[in-house]
């Protein structure tokens, strides 16, 4: 009942298959290759920007409009917790593969070449020139950027009131006033004499913020600090 086997039309067989299967490793072995190009020169393109910043021309259709952001929006979030918005030739961490990965699918959707990519992260993440949270942007044009990717861990939940000390001239100076009126009334009553009058306490306080505001002077401007709002897209560590 049984058809007797053709040991020739069995040996051809396993021949075509291992053919049949170097081919596609060559495939895999090609496609890889090809990826790692791809993801090499994004690499390259972010170490080295257009300036100005380029305009890259999305399929509008293909973006989510709740990653598009304007500039000036950015620049709020900055201001407010202390952060830059930078090229990402300054930024000194890896970017994730995951990132790369991302604008190469994007790039390969919109049959583009991205440029122009930009980071908001806080400024121990850039290398800055001498005078925990990022974001990767791309420019759509018009001051309006896309998210692309997020990564790392969020800010400290603090970082804002932190960061608001150090918005403007104004804040820094409520903030001293603020601190050295604790520091004073932190003062244990009966240190200087038994009853602590109004007039002693004003002098503790002239004394305390003599003393912060110049601990504030010196981390402002001797260690070459400034506010956020001359920060937040400056190149220089002493901007």
Not at 6 to 22: C, D, P, T, W, Y
Not at 194 to 202: E, Y
Request: net charge positive; glycine share 4%.
């Amino acid at each position: 009942m049984l058809g007797r086997t053709n040991i020739e039309e069995q040996l051809n067989k396993v021949r075509n298959k291992q053919v049949q299967e170097a081919d596609i490793l060559k495939q895999v072995e090609a496609i890889l290759k090809d990826e790692d190009r791809k993801v090499d020169e994004i690499m390259v393109r972010m170490k080295n920007p257009q300036h100005p910043t380029p305009r890259n021309h999305f399929n509008f259709d293909l973006l989510e409009t709740d990653r598009i952001y304007h500039v000036d929006q950015i620049r709020e979030i900055c201001v407010d917790y202390r952060l830059r918005f930078l090229d990402t030739k300054y930024f000194k961490n890896d970017i994730p593969f995951e990132a790369l990965n991302k604008i190469k699918n994007m790039e390969k959707e919109h049959d583009i070449t991205m440029r122009g990519f930009k980071i908001v992260a806080p400024s121990k993440m850039f290398k800055l020139e001498d005078a925990d949270d990022p974001l990767l942007f791309a420019p759509i044009g018009n001051g309006y950027f896309y998210l692309i990717h997020k990564w790392g861990n969020d800010l400290k939940p603090f970082r804002k009131l932190w960061a608001w000390s150090f918005k403007s001239f104004e804040n820094l100076i409520f903030t001293t006033i603020l601190v050295s009126l604790l520091a004073a009334y932190l003062v244990p009553n009966g240190l200087f004499s038994k009853d602590l009058t109004g007039v002693q306490f004003v002098l503790i306080f002239f004394f305390t913020f003599k003393s912060i505001a110049s601990m504030v002077l010196y981390y402002s401007f001797a260690a070459g600090k400034n506010f956020n709002k001359a920060i937040w897209n400056s190149k220089y560590f002493n901007a």
